[in-house]
């Protein structure tokens, strides 16, 4: 089983920026892609960025040129660095990873989900 946990969301002013975090834990084997996604009440999860384990990035128009993903060393960790965020981008940001565990059983895990809320 692998795990997800999520932080850094919080209330910014237009403008501003967040950065989030995502450390996945557990019986990982390989890790194909790491990436983020965001819903808001009543509509569809979106969408926003995949890492892919080769280093290929690939971001939804809304939010090309303002957001960043990257990875840490530990290369179970993504970041999310969000500038120039806009009340738009007001959503609960959900970290999705898939791969491989260590039995060789596929996972596309979900964190919790941390809360982006931009004021206008």
């Known amino acids: 089983q692998v795990q997800l946990v999520e932080s850094g969301g919080g209330l910014v002013q237009a403008g501003g920026s967040l950065r989030l975090s995502c450390a996945a834990s557990?019986?990982?084997?390989?890790?194909?892609?790491m990436g983020w996604y965001r819903q808001v009440p009543g509509k569809q999860r979106e969408y926003v960025v995949e890492?892919?384990?080769?280093?290929?990035?690939n971001y939804a128009d809304s939010v090309k040129g303002r957001f960043t993903i990257s990875r840490a060393n530990a290369k179970n960790t993504v970041y999310l660095q969000m500038n120039s965020l806009k009340p738009e981008d007001t959503a609960v940001y959900y970290c999705?990873?898939?791969?491989?565990?260590?039995?060789?059983?596929?996972?596309?895990?979900w964190g919790q989900g941390t809360q982006v809320t931009v004021s206008s």
């Open positions: 999705n990873a898939v791969g491989k565990t260590a039995t060789m059983t596929t996972f596309s895990s």
């Open positions: 557990g019986s990982i084997y390989t890790m194909n892609a």
């Open positions: 890492l892919t384990s080769g280093g290929s990035t």
